[in-house]
């Protein structure tokens, strides 16, 4: 079976009216082959609202995001609430164990990284990466996050950057989404 993989997605939020989402635009398959170059893997949902970013399959990414959205609209746009039911979900359904993702989503609240292991993870910090670049992303929004004064959005696009010139499925068609 030929599987799709790559993708680095950082989020940072600088206080509730500072929050960015970014991922690079690199699409892999297999292990030798860049089928694209330009997909988007941020969006706003939930009346523009909340941010979302995935790692992973991309169809499986886009389900997710539709049961998120769904799940938002359950409760009321209650972002801890809508990751822990779909994480739930996600884990105990058996159709849903199999997809192979993970998820960033924001607001102006909280920052929080769902995955099919039905966990809920709120990062020690502001800043959180995920993905194949994902450690190098993180590990520059760290820097730039703690001894810099840039934006959600410079830290972001920095990090993203970075990771783009270490790791080889992370490429810098860079697209960010804000809040």
């Known amino acids: ?66 049961k998120f959205e769904k799940k938002l609209e359950e409760h009321g746009g209650n972002l801890k609430r809508a990751a822990v039911d779909l994480a739930q979900m996600w884990r105990s359904d058996q159709g849903m164990r199999n997809l192979e993702a993970l998820m960033i989503v924001a607001d102006k609240n909280d920052l929080l990284v769902v995955s099919g292991n039905g966990e809920v993870i709120v990062p020690d910090q502001d800043f959180i990466a995920i993905g194949s670049g994902g450690n190098y992303a993180y590990s520059a929004a760290n820097a730039l996050f703690n001894h810099t004064e840039m934006c959600a959005e410079e830290i972001v696009r920095e990090s993203l950057k970075i990771a783009s010139s270490i790791c080889v499925y992370t490429n810098d068609n860079i697209s960010v989404e804000k809040l």
């Open 1 to 66: 079976m030929v599987q799709f993989h790559a993708t680095t997605i950082c989020a940072v939020r600088r206080g509730p009216d500072d929050i960015a989402i970014g991922g690079d635009g690199q699409v892999t398959m297999g292990e030798t082959a860049i089928m694209k170059n330009g997909a988007k893997k941020v969006k706003k949902i939930f009346k523009n609202t909340v941010l979302t970013g995935f790692a992973g399959s991309v169809s499986d990414a886009f389900a997710l995001t539709e």
